[in-house]
């Protein structure tokens, strides 16, 4: 199935549970889990991601007995299980007897055993001892009535060394190489070598580039070795999802990554194509108090752009506590409601991080749902309210999708690349995408992030940021989209490189130079904080960032001012069949989405979401349409009561619909809405 933002889960029901780490507790803590786990509603929990030591102590062992143990445990008690591959923390023998399988960090660094992600998932030896794991613990548990599914290793790349320079990487860089290049001439032409006098001869004398040694890198080099990166990621994931389906003929399993920061995963591409879904870890604690409901609900749109609705295996369930910060707890009410957004805006599935708190280790301060003490507290009845809820509405969710009408292009590896690549100091894809979905969010669109690949039916307004490479099928696909009546707005630098990181021939931008009916005649940066720049847009005067494109439009929807640049055009639109394009010469910064919003949402004929009066900040409403019938998800992350009007006519699942308290949630089932 082609990855949609449009796809839910192949689930035949709403997983609902925790991670479940046995081996942090006593046999007497692990007495009560089953029914205490029941009592919660959980129907699953997730086990074994970090356990590798313990499942094989010794190289060639297996001891499956504490897992046995307490699967069949909570089989009986109707709680289910998915494992995982275990490859995440690689055991001593292994790092002892193989120093190699260690990371190597740019200024050449060894990684150190004693923490996780310190193997390189390109390393032969890792590949090979972590399919063995995995092959054991496959066979083990196969057609074993609990278990369901498997997640493969661990937010792959997400500990702060994401890349490696171990001689595996050398190796493997340069098989890559040869493999998309076959001769070392078009290497040569694809990465400008001419430039610096850096033309090879041979794949063998490439290597992995190391950030401003001495000077500036060259950006297709660095390109093409995070496509290596994500390529080695894959392929890592593809050996032990092959292993597993291998033990898995009748395909009874499950299998996703929980990824985390997405940093080298192709999940649209080889890295996404293996599983049956994506699970995504979701904390949304991690920013300023005001940002986050809207930071939750950004979260779990931007990564259905990559892979539709996921599987949520860690939510936020207590304060987060690493050795060298400790995060709010959540206020009551606040982790139902912190819930709800993550499953209105996509979740199908959802497990609390953690079930018991741990009592040593780096994260013996990363709450759970019961405390260290194993007590059941506040976290424990609001989880186990939740799980009452789940089990009412549940059914209701699964194999629904999150309703979008404006979006935000995004979930594109080769744009998050080309930009890390060359970046020159100036906000990338993602930040940009961050911003405009805000200010969406924010006038109660029902936003979304979506590929230029997708679907884009029912969206009526499109916004691509800054997306340096811009490949002309995605231009050709959107100008069909705009002729049938869409509103696409494109910002500054966009479609300015190929695939390569190299500049086009064409002016700014580019590819979508006819589409957007434009042409760059002018661009820089300003940044003499005495040197006045505004945008006048209207009667409107819109500072901007410093970024400024002097445009030569078809018609001009807003000027610059400030010294030479005074009466350009800076905003341009045209009009293409039933739709436009309207194309930004500058940052789509908040400052600047916000108050260019309005004319917008009236070009594109978009209304807020929810029917009655605007939402407060804070309070959001997202829908989910099946195919007969909507919920709507009303979720109140402001600190004050508000009252509701325009509800829609349905069935009230939770919640008034003329007011919400702090933190409170209102659920609403009708007809499916158009
Ligand atoms: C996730 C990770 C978990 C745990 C959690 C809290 O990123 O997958 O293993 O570390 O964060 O830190």
Known sequence: VAPSHRRPLPVDRFWFGAPHYPEHSTPEERKSDAHRMREAGFNVVRMAEFAWDLLEPEPGTFMPDLFDEVIDDLHENGVATILCTPTATPPRWLTRSNPDVLRIHEDGRRAQHGARQHCCTTSPILRDAGDAITRRMAEHWAGHPAVVGWQTDNELNTEQWRQCHCEACQTGFRAYLADRYGDVSSLNDAWGTQFWSQTYDDFDQIETPKRDRPASTNPSHVLDYRRFLAAATAEFQRR???????????????????????????????????????????????????????????????????????????HQSGPCGQVSFFSENPEPGEIRRMSWTTIGHGADSLMYFRWRTARFGAEEYWCGVLDHDNVPRRRFREVADMGAELGRIGGDIVGTTVHVDAAVAGGDLLNLDAHASLPLGLPGPLESARRVHAAMHRAGLAVGVVHPEDDLEGVALYVVPHWPVFLPTWAARLGDWVGGGGTLVVGSRTGTRDENNHVVTQAPPGVLGPLCGVTVEEYGAQRAPDRERFIVLGDQRIKTSDWYEV????????????????????????SVGAGAVVYVGTQLTGRLVGPLLPFLTELSGLRPLWPGTALPDGVACVRRDGAAHSLWIVTNGSDEAVDLDGAPDGDVLAGDPRRLQPNDVLILRTARAL
Do not use: K, S
Not at 262 to 287: C, K, N
Not at 551 to 574: F, K, S, Y
């Open 240 to 314: 032990q999802v092959a292993v597993l389906r291998a033990a898995d003929p009748e395909r009874r399993w499950f299998v996703f990554h929980n990824a985390g920061v997405v940093e080298h995963l192709d999940i649209r591409g080889a890295f996404g194509e293996p599983l049956d879904f994506l699970g995504y870890d979701v904390y949304p604690m991690f920013v300023d108090p005001p940002q986050r409901p809207w930071y939750n609900a950004w979260a779990l749109d931007w990564i259905r752009a990559w892979a539709g609705n996921v599987f949520v295996p860690e």
């Open 551 to 574: 445009l030569r439009p078809t018609e001009v929807v807003a000027t610059w001012h400030g010294r030479h640049l005074t009466g350009a055009p800076a905003v341009t639109r045209r």
